[in-house]
């Protein structure tokens, strides 16, 4: 399925499962909302491993240290039926590990190249991404070997992720800076071909796609992944039961908390998240 990567664990179908949707920031919010359309009468909890981030810092070894010790941490007091690694960098460096590390089934997120080649005519394709996802050899394999027909402009920007997690936080930044990221995205050749489609590949970047759209030098198609992981997750869970429970209020944990600003804690609650906690686990201990 473009988008999400696939688990060998089928969970089983309770009644009313616990997801837990992780991310190192803000951006798996953008999969949580998503996936609770999908499901809504589901248990939530959004783990946010904010005292480590971004992931993009890190190196693989470390990373993959980092998240199986903040995963165990979290599958022991959560219990999760099922678990989105909502962070394209977790997703691809460190999902071999958990799925060979704890029986707790996974989802992952992809960038969504594969889409991508299949919508555009124009046959010019940008995927906007952190630098470590466009440096990864694992992206120029998508690029290979399902858009080798297309002309795909890998754009890495250092800044977006934190610009989403300060619009987040009610600190947005000015218009010419996310142009600035976004510009680079748009390439138009001599023959009068511009590129028509977009890839949305990190998750905090559908955060800030309003903005995208508004300030884009012509229309595009953007394509985030989530709605992908969330038909996964119902492949994997199955649809929500005819008599199914009120779900539960949907919490988010955090692992440091410094961001925690009244500003954020509204943000959160807008998207349904009326619980936040934190539950610390500091850098050093991964």
Known sequence: MAGATLSATMPAQNAQPVILVFDSGLGGLTVL??????RPDAAYVYAADDAAFPYGAFTEERLVSRVIAVMERLLARHAPDLVVIACNTASTLVLPALRQRFVTPFVGVVPPIKPAAALTRSRLISLLATPGTVARAYTHDLVRNFAAHCAVTLVGSKNLAGYAEAEMAGEPVSDAALLAEIAPCFVEQADGRRTDVVCLSCTHYPLLLPRFERLAPWPVTWIDPAPAIARRVIQLLGEMPAQAPEAPPARA??????????????????????ETMVEAMPLAVG
Do not use: D, I
């Not at 909302?33 to 999908?38: D, G, H, L, S």
């Not at 955090?254 to 500003?263: D, E, K, N, Q, S």
């Open 253 to 274: 944990v955090f692992t440091g908390g410094a961001g925690l600003t009244p500003a954020l804690g509204h943000s959160l609650e807008r998207r349904g998240l009326t």
């Open 33 to 38: 909302e998503q996936v609770r359309r999908a």
